[in-house]
């Protein structure tokens, strides 16, 4: 009899399970596609186009949400802090990381910003004194040698300033991570994050003219990429992805993420044609490892009886995904 009652019980878990993987599943796909969506929209509206029209759609998806979600206001001693995420999480990153795919591949884009967390975890170690423990500065250190064999992959002489921008991207993700740690305390992910989407669209005003212009004239496919990345990978990506990590185990939701550079090289084929070199692959998964290590201090913190005794996220209406354990949004 009680083997039936804890079968029935895992059985329960598994099916309350199914939904929260989905929504995984889809933030991972949605997040790797985005790679290869900035190259088609780069090429047909250009940089100051696509960075804008991506910000202003993902804005107006989320505030349109707001009110069915339950999202507040923000306080206004809180303004600051939200004003440098949406500088440096959304307007800088859009801007770099399109710049940068405009020589850089969609794939090999997508290895390099992987390496986002490392310097979340630094500046927090730096200025919230976040322990610096042996597997945040050997993981560090082995995602830093893999970004290198990314970038070099390919010699020296296939080295462009652009490899560095994407770089200057992961840079400014990770700081976004870093600055939105305090504003989780007291807001749920969604309300940071639409919060943080809003002000990026604000600071990228002065490239609305040139998004006009270049609008006029787009093809169909630029202007549809647009669509989706605003609408898919930056709206509802961050929707199903605050879901899921508000129902399972964070360290289940960031594993997952590890996800998004092997998704996107394949997307990237398919979509692009591109061809990563085998290097380039060597170099990510070294870039992943040390991610995977620097994160693996959380893990071993909760152990399988901290989640079960351990109140749910979801309980909470304002609970949001730890910033130092978000591989990389796009």
């Avoid at 306080?75 to 995420?85: H, N, V």
């Avoid at 999480?89 to 591949?105: F, I, R």
């Avoid at 994407?166 to 749920?188: D, E, I, M, N, T």
Wanted: charged fraction near 10%.
């Amino acid at each position: 009899m009680e083997l039936l009652l804890v079968g029935c019980h895992v059985e329960g878990v598994r099916k309350r399970s199914a939904p929260e993987f989905f929504a995984l599943a889809g933030t991972v796909v949605l997040w790797a596609c985005a790679f290869p969506a900035i190259r088609v929209g780069v090429a047909g509206l250009g940089l100051a186009a696509l960075s804008f029209l991506r910000l202003a759609v993902a804005a107006v998806a989320l505030l349109a949400m707001s009110p069915f979600a339950a999202v507040r206001l923000p306080r206004r001693r809180d303004l600051p802090l939200i004003a440098l995420c949406g500088l440096t999480g959304m307007t800088a990153y859009q801007v770099l990381l399109n710049w940068g795919e405009v020589h850089v591949a969609a794939g090999t884009a997508s290895l390099l910003i992987a390496i986002a967390p490392v310097f979340s975890v630094l500046l927090a170690s730096a200025f919230l004194s976040e322990p610096l423990t042996r597997n945040v500065v050997f993981g560090s250190l082995i995602a830093i040698a893999g970004t290198a064999v990314v970038t070099l992959a390919r010699g020296y002489a296939g080295f462009s300033a652009a490899s560095l921008v994407v770089l200057a991207a992961a840079v400014v993700q990770g700081v976004y991570h870093f600055a939105s740690k305090p504003l989780l305390r007291y807001y749920s992910g969604l309300e940071v994050a639409t919060y943080a989407m809003v002000a990026g669209t604000v600071f990228a005003l002065p490239l609305a003219p040139e998004a006009a212009k270049a609008t006029a004239g787009a093809p169909p496919d630029a202007l549809w990429s647009a669509v989706f990345l605003g609408l898919l990978p930056s709206a509802l990506g961050f929707v199903i992805w605050g879901y899921a990590v508000a129902r399972l185990p964070l360290a289940a939701s960031t594993a997952a993420l590890y996800l998004v550079p092997p998704v996107a090289l394949v997307v990237s084929f398919v979509w692009l044609g591109e061809r990563p070199l085998p290097l380039e692959l060597a170099g990510g998964a070294v870039t992943v490892a040390g991610v995977v290590l620097i994160n693996r201090r959380r893990t071993r913190r909760r152990g399988p009886a901290a989640y079960a005794t351990a109140r749910p996220p979801a309980a909470s209406a304002h609970a949001g995904p730890d910033p130092r354990t978000t591989p990389q949004r796009h």
